[in-house]
């Protein structure tokens, strides 16, 4: 029998060594419909330009069985398109879009679970009167309509630093929200939302213990397998850690399992994995929704395969596949697994990064060790793309261990081991 024909928006080769070690994979090809390198660091997003790439890839190839994506923007979004023009499973580009348009998305939440959303207004960052508009009493925070990875979101905490703040937002706000608009035109989405003027939202704060819950939607069915602790660094604002599997209650999981069915039905997606961030207050004892994004959590994918002994990528390829996804079972090597981001606070040039010889030293001293390192020697850190607004990402290490004490002791080690050069900047700060 011939093997499927799989097309992976952003393939790259850490994730496709581990899409190759599925059970399912036996049965699949994979392709590259884009490269990491063409959603990643460039310059601007062409989205006729890529949308054109895929078709002819694709068609130069003569088949295509599934198209899937485990990147944010441009990947979630460019998945039901192809799925569209090739009549495959996946979801409907609004549903996408619905999760990804932070003040649409949270327009659609606020009619089926308003008591578990922050309180939130859309404003025009080019609007000189913009924070007397919003009548919202800091702390706040703002972000645009479209980013990733915290990429210009800020927490506001007077009028002077809103402004302050603004001028940054103004100056790389076109970066994706223009092409996300473009896109939104190009398919016909309702003009009050493609044609918004408001391209940013106001949120107020919400805190507690920070996690995300991994699920998907299949013929109608909500689904949710697995609950990833985030860990903040002491500034509480970049991520240092994720830990899996969750630490919280049973009884507060399945909560944010009901609230989530309740938001993904709403906004009518389906046959699509995704993943939602919460917030639980353990002093109110409460749930709040963060943010929904359509597809797995690549950050999450070798701690799932440390715990089940299959990494969740399986929920992706059998939904791209159009059939149920299995069962995650725990048949993994660890009890528990982490995902360390090792970041800088401050600007600098990258004079060093750690050797393969240094990592692979380490990988013998501590077993299933997986490090990336994002960064190349010679880079400014000014230069690197969709970092938060507050910290540069240089490693990201994955440990499994019995719990979270041998997580963090053999963290410990990977640092002593692997060696980072920086030429810091005199007198200039992040801050």
């Known amino acids: 029998m011939s093997k499927k024909q799989v097309f992976i928006i952003g393939l790259d080769e850490f994730n496709l060594i581990k899409l190759k070690k599925l059970p399912e994979a036996k049965e699949c090809e994979f392709h590259s419909a884009l490269d990491i390198s063409e959603i990643r660091n460039v310059e601007k997003y062409d989205m006729k330009r890529l949308i054109d790439l895929c078709f002819e890839r694709i068609d130069n190839h003569g088949r295509i069985d599934a198209i899937a994506s485990y990147y944010d923007f441009p990947g979630t979004v460019l998945v039901p398109v192809i799925a569209q023009k090739y009549n495959l499973p996946g979801p409907s580009l609004e549903s996408i879009l619905k999760c990804e348009h932070k003040f649409w998305s949270r327009m659609e939440q606020q009619k089926v679970i308003p008591e578990h959303i922050p309180y939130f207004k859309a404003f025009n960052p080019f609007d000189d009167e913009a924070y007397d508009k919003l009548e919202m009493i800091p702390p706040f925070w703002i972000k645009p309509n479209k980013s990733f990875r915290s990429f210009l979101a ?73 609950v990833v602790d985030s860990l903040r660094e002491e500034n509480r604002s970049s991520f240092s850690r994720y830990e899996y599997p969750s630490v919280l209650p049973q009884e507060v999981q399945f909560r944010m399992a009901d609230i ?93 990064v750690p050797t393969k010889n240094e990592i692979n030293i380490l990988k013998k001293f ?12 010679g880079t400014h850190t000014s230069e690197m793309q969709g970092q938060d607004s507050y910290s540069f990402e240089l490693a990201n290490i994955f440990i499994g261990g019995r719990d979270q004490i041998e997580l963090v002791e053999k963290y410990s080690k ?18």
Do not use: W
């Open 154 to 226: 800020y927490r506001i905490s007077s009028e002077a630093h809103f402004y302050d703040n603004l001028k940054t937002i103004r100056k790389h706000i076109d970066f994706m929200v223009k092409p996300f608009q473009e896109l939104m035109q190009m398919y016909d989405i309702p003009e009050e939302v493609s044609e918004m003027k408001e391209t940013c939202i106001a949120e107020t704060m919400i805190s507690g213990h920070q996690c995300t819950l991994e699920g998907y939607a299949y013929n109608g069915n909500v689904v949710s397998y697995g």
């Open 260 to 352: 989530t069915r309740r938001a993904i039905q709403q906004i009518g997606m389906d046959n699509s994995a995704f993943n939602v961030e919460y917030f639980y207050n353990q002093t109110a004892d409460e749930v709040y929704l963060l943010e929904i994004n359509p597809r797995i959590s690549q950050a999450h994918t070798d701690m799932f395969e440390k715990v089940h002994g299959i990494s969740h990528h399986s929920v992706m390829l059998n939904l791209a596949l159009g059939h149920k996804p299995q069962t995650l079972y725990y048949k993994g090597e660890f009890n528990k697994a982490a995902h360390f981001m090792l970041r800088t606070f401050e600007n600098g040039l990258i004079k060093k």
């Open 414 to 431: 990977c640092l002593e081991g692997l060696t980072f050069e920086i030429d810091y900047d005199q007198d200039v700060h992040l801050h």
């Open 366 to 377: 501590i077993p299933g060790l997986e490090v990336k390192i994002p960064v190349k020697e």
